[in-house]
């Protein structure tokens, strides 16, 4: 390829001298001798005359130039030496580089290009500068933390991929092993695909007592969280790095917060990539996933940062293990004996009931509920295992009456620990009280207890608002 790069100075040759000696053959064409000598004292080719006259044009053989760059910043000269090199050769491809958005020439021209300059800027330098945001706050919080402190990394009640991928990169962005610096919840990760990562990426997430937060004199570092969230309060907050808004005010000594971005996941990524660091297959799936789970695959509410840090975290994750994460797959014993029981399953009033027995997993058995729910004519759908020596039950209602949490609560609060929203809840009650109060764990007795308490609400609700209903 042989290119003729037109320009009134040597700006053009110090941003090309790389690309013209890659790309092919630069011919420099400018107006003043002197500037033709620096280009040529730099080793690229060079030749100046007046770039309105078409013996100039002779002189550089535009009959074997492939391609013209034209960087000229004086509007009406760019103008009048396009209209020269058209009368030269109505096809030769032409670049023009330029400041202002109105085009130089003929509109209707297949062969004339124009590129705004705040475009290369913007798709060149901004990210430049924002490594360099970056990784000035790398340092601040790399200097928050002494080397013998330990530090908890406190994520939300039920930690999302978001969280977790955000609390692993903290980690790494310090240096910190899992001992010295452990991820902590008050609650715990209950969703399938969530406890599908932890298991997949074998990230150990502790259960902290709120008077534990800071034992050991343990330094408090929050991710994708704020600390109102808590509503109690944490004591000294070391570091909060969250993408959503601040609704309530806090202070910590560290604070990064970007609302307008879709995951925390994604600063974290920007603060690896500013520091230097190349993530490992580990960290970059369980960044690349908190991503892809936050933003719904980059749709809601992402931010052209959270495509960028997609982009750059993609060839390092493993795609294999977010397929397993986000469709966890069921040990063999579970899957038959849920073929068992739902080979018996009673389907009276909506309601499907199952009992798995004992079970070596705890997470499939609201997979089992979820599953039970596509189920044609299934509104509640009720799955029980045996966990160790404890009654796990899990429900999921779509319908009318959507009071799943409710129910739960009113059932086994007593005996247990149950909560949950309208549409999912959850129970967990040790074998010996679930005996004790019910006699036996089985569908039967799991059956009536829910049924007559669904069908009390469905009461209360059609006395409420027996117009809406009819
Ligand atoms: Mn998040």
């Not at 360099?132 to 002494?146: C, M, Y």
């Not at 040990?331 to 399953?345: F, N, W, Y």
């Not at 549409?423 to 009280?433: D, N, T």
Request: aromatic share 8%; charged share 30%; proline share 4%.
């Amino acid at each position: 390829m042989k290119y003729l790069a037109i320009c009134e100075d040597d700006l053009l040759f110090q941003f090309m001298r790389k690309v013209a000696t890659k790309r092919g053959e630069v011919l420099f064409l400018v107006q003043k001798p002197e500037v033709a000598r620096r280009i040529r004292r730099h080793g690229a080719s060079s030749q100046w005359g007046d770039l309105e006259k078409e013996e100039t044009y002779q002189k550089s053989h535009l009959e074997h130039v492939d391609q013209v760059i034209l960087f000229i910043r004086d509007v009406e000269l760019r103008a009048r030496v396009y209209v020269v090199l058209r009368s030269l050769n109505p096809e030769l491809p032409i670049l023009s580089l330029s400041s202002e958005k109105e085009i130089t020439g003929d509109r209707k021209d297949p062969f004339f290009r124009q590129i705004l300059l705040e475009d290369i800027f913007q798709e060149f330098c901004a990210p430049q500068l924002l490594d360099t945001f970056n990784r000035q706050k790398v340092e601040r919080i790399r200097s928050l933390f002494r080397e013998k402190d330990k530090i908890h990394i406190l994520l939300q009640h039920d930690p999302d991929p978001d969280a977790i991928g955000s609390a692993l990169a903290l980690r790494e962005l310090l240096g910190r092993k899992r001992a010295t610096t452990p991820i902590v919840t008050f609650g715990q990760v209950t969703r399938p695909e969530n406890v599908a990562m932890i298991r997949l990426l074998d990230i150990q997430i502790d259960t902290i007592s709120y008077n534990d937060l800071h034992r050991d004199r343990a330094q408090l570092a929050l991710v994708d969280v704020q600390p109102p969230y808590f509503g109690v309060s944490l004591g000294k907050v070391d570091l909060v790095v969250d993408h959503h808004p601040k609704r309530i005010p806090f202070t910590a000594r560290f604070t990064d917060l970007r609302p307008h971005y879709g995951a925390t996941s994604t600063i974290f990524t920007e603060y690896l990539r500013a520091a230097g660091m190349e993530p490992s297959q580990r960290l970059a799936t369980a960044l690349l996933y908190g991503i892809k789970s936050d933003t719904l695959f980059l749709d809601r509410a992402s931010d052209v940062a959270d495509l960028e840090a997609f982009t750059f975290l993609y060839p390092f994750a493993s795609r294999a293990l977010i397929t397993k994460m986000e469709r966890p797959a069921l040990p063999r014993e579970d899957l038959e004996a849920l073929g068992r029981a739902l080979s018996r399953l009673q389907l009276d009033d909506g309601v499907a009931v199952i009992h798995m027995g004992e079970i070596k997993r705890e997470d499939v058995i609201p997979q089992m509920a979820e599953f039970c729910l596509q189920i044609e004519g299934v509104e509640w759908a009720v799955v029980s295992g045996l966990c160790g020596d404890q009654v796990v039950i899990s429900v999921r209602n779509v319908g009318y009456v959507r009071s799943a949490g409710d129910v739960m609560k009113r059932l086994f609060n007593a005996i247990g620990s149950a909560g949950g929203h309208r549409s999912m809840a959850k129970a967990v009650v040790p074998l010996e009280r679930f005996k004790e109060h019910f006699g036996e764990v089985s569908e039967k007795v799991i059956r009536e207890a829910m049924v007559s308490l669904i069908r009390q609400k469905e009461e209360e609700l059609s006395e409420r608002i027996p117009a809406e209903r009819a």
